[in-house]
């Protein structure tokens, strides 16, 4: 399998680079995006053969989870059993944006999406591109970061392309994406913590979650 390579505008993404993206997601491929957090590998989270090729691509334990992206609130309470409030303080606060939240999964998500613990970490990034391949695409997508596992993921098209030649179908070349990786929460347990800090700090989220 070669992978192709297309250049994008990232604030302006020209409709076809979005409808090409689609096309391949939704023939259960992965593509390489470019968001506000560095590279991520994106697929169709509800097709279990392209879950398993984006384990396989990273060299990912599927015991971990995958993070999905959403393009709006609606998505985001469609895919979780229940949010609490926190949920909804962090979300008005830093979405869109780099934050990844852990929830309880809907019955909907596929436990194998969950590395079969039934909780789910999501994030509406800050990414017109992104954003407008959920949209035409109709749901969540998996947006899991662009590396081999152990390794650091990728803040250029053609990087990726390099590390990921033959593992996934297409890249969107966006250019250098500079912004640090997303900080991830775990807001499910009775008390709150960072599971990985990164554009966002553990102080800024104290902030808005303490009782006011």
């Not at 994008?8 to 096309?23: I, L, Q, T, W």
């Not at 984006?54 to 709006?72: H, M, N, Q, Y």
Request: proline share 6%.
């Amino acid at each position: 399998m070669a992978t192709d390579l297309i250049e994008v505008d990232v604030e302006n993404p020209y409709p076809g680079a979005v409808d090409r993206a689609v096309r391949e997601i939704s023939r259960g491929g992965l593509v390489g995006v470019p968001t506000d957090a560095l590279y991520s590998i994106v697929a169709d989270p509800f097709d279990l053969r392209a879950v398993g090729r984006v384990f396989a691509a990273k060299g990912r334990e599927t015991i971990r989870s995958l993070p999905l992206a959403v393009s709006d609130m609606l998505m985001a309470e469609d895919l979780a059993k229940e949010l609490n409030s926190r949920f909804y303080v962090l979300a008005r606060h830093f979405w869109p944006g780099p934050l990844t939240m852990i929830v309880p999964a809907a019955a909907k998500v596929p436990l194998k999406v969950t590395g079969n613990t039934g909780r789910l970490a999501m994030r509406h990034a800050k990414s017109n591109l992104l954003n407008a391949i959920i949209e035409k695409t109709g749901h969540a997508l998996i947006a899991t970061s662009a590396n081999l596992s152990g390794e650091p993921t990728v803040s250029s098209g053609i990087e990726l392309f390099a590390a990921m030649d033959g593992r996934i179908d297409l890249v969107l070349d966006g250019g250098l994406c500079t912004g640090a990786g997303p900080t991830t929460v775990d807001i499910t347990e009775p008390y709150w913590r960072v599971i990985k800090e990164g554009a966002i700090s553990e102080k800024e989220i104290a902030e808005r979650l303490q009782p006011r």
